[in-house]
Every structure is written in structure tokens, then in C-alpha cells.
């Protein structure tokens, strides 16, 4: 499995643009990169998915350059709800037989 | 109803107690997993199962061991529980159309 590094940690103001970058060299040609956030207390839950270029959806955007090692999620006008654990990974969710590998994520704090 | 419920929310135990924790889902997957989260720490996977006659192991599988009893059940037992134990576990599940995974509510264990 691609190893993934992200910063560990992130303070942004509200209304602000925030962009977490997470670096993944080693990624394989069948791989993707998906991102998920986790409330304090809650499970991890699915944001978003890409392959490359860029995708995006009502909660965030993913910009994937074309050489695929790093991707960057981008939450457009973060409020204090958006304050939680992102976490960056990367593998083949359609015939990969090796779980996903969840890291320490980026907890990112939401500051009014 | 959650897609994925896991039972107790909350326990306590003491030390040397066996103690199961139980995941349940209705999402009609076939793949399901046991992560362990402490402070600081991320999310370790401690088993999982890729269909029902289906058993791995995971990082940190030592004093676990899990039954998957059918499709929706995947339990995880702590034979004689210790207080380095004490952690918040999670249950998810995932299939191969590339959705991600979905996790339950989370089981916060203390062991006293």
C-alpha cells in the first residue's frame, strides 16, 4: 500500500479557504485517493474520491495532479462544524485485498 | 436505522472479564472490520473479514480474536481483557464498487 504523509495539524478562521495536502510517491497505477473526516466521538466517514484532476461534491473539492504522487483537499468557507480529523488514503477500492490503512489524519481546528 | 450498529455504545469492565463487542450492518456487504482508536493514534485495524468464511488478521490483533457469524454479524472478543485495552472501536464496512468504507457509532471500552 502507498504510504501517505499529511501534516498533523491545521488552525484556519472561519469562512477561509483550507487546503489539506497529503503526499502519496509511491502510488500505484490502480489506485485512487479518498479522504475521509471523523467528528470527535463518531466514526470516520467518506468525503470524497478521485482518481485525477479534480474532483468535486458538495462538502469538498480533490485536486490531483497529473504525476498523482500528492493530492490536496480543499473545504471552501470551513465553519467551526468542520472541525475534525481528515485522513488521506490511497489504494484500489475495486479488487484491492488489503484494507485500508488509516494514519494519524490531520486535525484540522475551526477558530471563530 | 444506522447501516452499520454497533452494540454496547459504552462499557466498562474490569480487568480479566471476556467481553464482546458486536457489529451489525444492513448494507449487504461482504467485507467488514475491527479498528481500535486511541488518543493521538489514528484508527489500527485489528481484523477483518472478506466474506464470511473469511478471517485476517490485522496490525494489532494480539488479545482479539472475532466471529463472523453471518453476512451483517461481525463480533470482536476480548478474551481476558486488560486496562491497555481501554480504547474506542469501531466496526466498518466496505464492498468492491468503489463507495468507501462505512463505519458504526464507535464502542468506547474502558478496562478497569
Known amino acids: 500500500l502507498a504510504k501517505t504523509t499529511q501534516p498533523i495539524s491545521m488552525d484556519s478562521y472561519e469562512g477561509q479557504e483550507v487546503n489539506i495536502t497529503c503526499s502519496h510517491n509511491n502510488i500505484a497505477t490502480n489506485d485512487y485517493i479518498t479522504w475521509y473526516q471523523q467528528f470527535p466521538s463518531q466514526g470516520p466517514r467518506f468525503i470524497i474520491q478521485?482518481?485525477?484532476t479534480k474532483v468535486t461534491n458538495e462538502v469538498a473539492s480533490l485536486f490531483i495532479p497529473a504525476d498523482r504522487k500528492s493530492s490536496t483537499l480543499s473545504l471552501p468557507r470551513v465553519s467551526l462544524s468542520d472541525t475534525a480529523v481528515y485522513y488521506c488514503?490511497?489504494?484500489?477500492?475495486?479488487?484491492?485485498?488489503?484494507?485500508?490503512?488509516f494514519g494519524k489524519g490531520t486535525r484540522l481546528s475551526v477558530i471563530a | 436505522d444506522a447501516d452499520v450498529t454497533q452494540t454496547p455504545r459504552n462499557r466498562i469492565t474490569k480487568t480479566g472479564k471476556r467481553i464482546m463487542l458486536e457489529c451489525s450492518q444492513t448494507?449487504?456487504?461482504?467485507?467488514m472490520y475491527w479498528y481500535r482508536q486511541d488518543p493521538g493514534l489514528g484508527l489500527r485495524l485489528i481484523y477483518y473479514s472478506f466474506d464470511v468464511k473469511d478471517i485476517n488478521k490485522g496490525e494489532i490483533s494480539d488479545g482479539y480474536s472475532v466471529s463472523r457469524q453471518a453476512q451483517a454479524k461481525f463480533s470482536l472478543s476480548l478474551e481476558s481483557a486488560i486496562p491497555n485495552q481501554t480504547a474506542l472501536y469501531f466496526c466498518a464496512t466496505s464492498d468492491l464498487r468503489g463507495y468507501g468504507y462505512t463505519f458504526g457509532s464507535g464502542t468506547r471500552l474502558t478496562v478497569v
Open positions: 448494507k449487504g456487504h461482504d467485507r
Open positions: 478521485g482518481y485525477k
Open positions: 488514503l490511497v489504494g484500489d477500492p475495486y479488487s484491492g485485498n488489503t484494507p485500508l490503512v
